[in-house]
């Protein structure tokens, strides 16, 4: 219902009454009641686009529903879009399939690179697109003081967009020491937005920090890696988003913490979502089905992915099969698992036998930002780093997490020089600004990898997304390094010689506006290319986008220098004795 007027509630009300027929009927369907936890044999009723109730329901149109289940449309509480590499219509087309019919948005990504740009441009892109897109505000742009992005905002440049219809509140308040240490730049933010959606992020924080990070009003927090820490925060009354994405799985490990008293205080989200993971396995409906083959009860796993998602962001009429509530609605075949057949948005049908029954292609793909590409500067003498006393500080990637380790390696040395060692998986990190001309980038190692030659490369590192790459060589890197600057941004893997593989990003280095099956196939050819120069990680790329962020213990290289993030302050390469 597009037009509420007293006349077109009035019509919906006898509806649902049954004073007039209903515009469409699903009859015989097992629907999944989030708030009785119950299943009951109904015939649904859907009027103007919603649910009107179930009874003996007069149709224009009917389907015979033949027991299939019927659940309310998923709902992903936290996801950066960009990360799935696709523009906004074809996320769209890619999770509506798995039963997907509304997200909610961090563009902090976008807007790391563009700024109040980037923002108005995910607004605009997802118009007319039938999957309902929320967004919270970037909060921290930059993430920390201890890195370059392509943008600085404040509380004032966010005040603009507050009571947009799309925008639910402020987004991940990720850093953490700066509101314990009250920075009048996040105190401004918090402010402005006190009487709608804080949402946290605060890795590992506990005690009387997890206090006064509370006291503050932010209420969620995703970031919990472990059963006792997200007991801990919830039961300061924060609500626990429980994470299974492409590089940070956390359902195994949290899954005890929902129980009858708590499982109104979690949803499932999945953060950070690959291209090929939402090709083979999927969105919110893989996390479900995880969820009941470790036990929980269906009807909760797929409550922890509808009803109380809509219920902590307050999003009206949505989460749940109930009168009133829009026809946002999923059928499988079975309950476990979810298998989604049937897709209705606002009681217009979506997806038919796991498949699209609407043309993407009519879907608005606005103008792109500029690119911001600026790097002038990709020499061979930037990478060179002369020995100095003591071990250096090694970042250590860690499969699955985005937590890295805080090491202390030996370098090979060569003419006064520290090199990377392949045998012991040590390679060298480099990040170059990509928004201000002529710097020199910061040059450190890292391990966890496994390359045996050839280097990555991508403008994908979050938050700041400058350019990063890693080898098992100077000129392998300066080679992908090359390949991704000319491209104006996006991924590369390759040698010191022949063919390389590359995925063009052209929105802001981030993103593709190809269909998701041309992006699949392409980054497949990324990763498997990787995996023949050695990486044994299953998302190499995933790994080192998360390389650059200074908000994710223990140890990050910035544009700016090595960061020891419990400290959250710069540290040496070498560590003297």
């Not at 472990?226 to 988003?241: C, F, N, Q, V, Y």
């Not at 500029?370 to 930037?382: K, N, Q, V």
């Not at 990898?449 to 400058?466: C, E, I």
């Not at 650059?548 to 400290?567: F, H, N, Q, R, W």
């Amino acid at each position: 219902m597009r037009d509420w007027s007293v006349e077109n509630l009035g019509r919906l009300i006898d509806a649902a009454r049954g004073h007039r027929p209903v515009d469409f009927c699903i009859r015989g369907c097992r629907m999944v009641n989030v708030f009785s936890g119950a299943i009951e044999t109904v015939n649904l009723g859907i009027d103007a686009g919603f649910i009107v109730g179930w009874g003996d329901y007069e149709a224009e149109r009917s389907m015979e529903a033949q027991g299939m289940f019927a659940c309310p449309g998923f709902i992903d509480g936290h996801i950066h879009i960009e990360s799935t590499m696709l523009s906004p219509a074809q996320f769209a087309a890619a999770v509506l399939p798995w039963g997907t019919t509304a997200v909610v948005a961090d563009p902090h990504e976008l807007a790391n690179v563009y700024g109040l740009d980037g923002i108005r441009y995910l607004l605009e892109a997802v118009e007319g697109i039938p999957l309902d897109f929320y967004f919270n505000l970037p909060s921290c742009v930059p993430a920390s003081p201890l890195e370059t992005s392509g943008a600085r905002l404040s509380a004032a440049d966010l005040h603009g967009f507050k009571g947009h219809p799309r925008i639910l509140g402020l987004a991940e308040v990720m850093n953490f020491p700066g509101v314990l240490m009250g920075v009048p730049e996040i105190m401004e933010k918090l402010l402005m937005f006190r009487d709608v959606v804080l949402d946290g992020h605060a890795p590992g924080l506990g005690g009387l920090g997890l206090n006064g990070y509370v006291s503050s009003g932010i209420r969620s927090d995703h970031e919990c890696t472990s059963l006792d820490e997200a007991r801990e925060k919830l039961a300061r009354g924060m609500t626990i988003m429980i994470r299974e994405g492409s590089q940070s799985k956390d359902l195994a490990a949290l899954l005890p913490v929902v129980g009858d008293q708590t499982w109104p205080q979690c949803m499932f989200v999945s953060d950070d979502r690959h291209p090929d993971d939402l090709w083979r396995e999927g969105h919110m409906n893989t996390i479900v089905n995880r969820a009941m083959s470790m036990g929980m009860e269906p009807v909760r796993a797929l409550t922890l992915a509808s009803w109380t998602p809509a219920r902590y962001f307050g999003l009206s009429r949505r989460g749940a099969i109930a009168p009133g509530f829009h026809a946002d609605l999923t059928l499988s075949p079975t309950l476990s698992p979810w298998n989604p057949l049937l897709v209705f948005k606002d009681g217009v049908e979506v997806v038919r036998d796991g498949k699209l029954s609407v043309d993407p292609t009519s879907w608005p793909a606005p103008a792109v930002p500029a690119s911001p590409m600026r790097i002038t500067r990709i020499l061979p003498e930037d990478l060179k780093v002369p020995l100095q006393e003591g071990p250096m500080h090694v970042i250590g990637a860690r499969e699955g997490t985005l937590l890295t380790r805080k090491l202390f390696m030996e370098p090979r040395k060569a003419g006064g020089l520290a090199m990377p060692d392949v045998d012991r998986d040590l390679l060298k990190l480099v990040v170059w600004n990509r928004y201000v001309e002529g710097r020199k980038p910061s040059v450190a190692f890292a391990t966890g990898f496994g390359l045996k030659r050839g280097a990555l490369a991508t403008t994908v590192a979050h938050d700041s997304h400058n350019l990063v790459g890693l080898g098992a060589s100077d000129a392998a890197i300066l080679r992908v390094a090359e390949a991704v600057r000319a491209c104006g941004g996006g991924m590369a893997v390759g040698a010191e010689d022949g063919d390389l593989e590359v995925l063009p990003l052209p929105i802001g280095g981030l993103m593709s506006n190809g269909a998701l099956r041309d992006v699949v196939e392409r980054f497949d050819r990324l990763n498997a290319r990787s995996r023949a120069l050695g990486c044994s990680l299953s998302n190499p790329f995933m790994a080192l986008s998360f390389l650059a962020l200074p908000v994710i213990p223990e140890l990050k290289l910035t544009d700016l220098g090595l960061v020891d993030v419990a400290s959250f302050s710069f540290v040496p390469l070498f560590e003297s004795k």
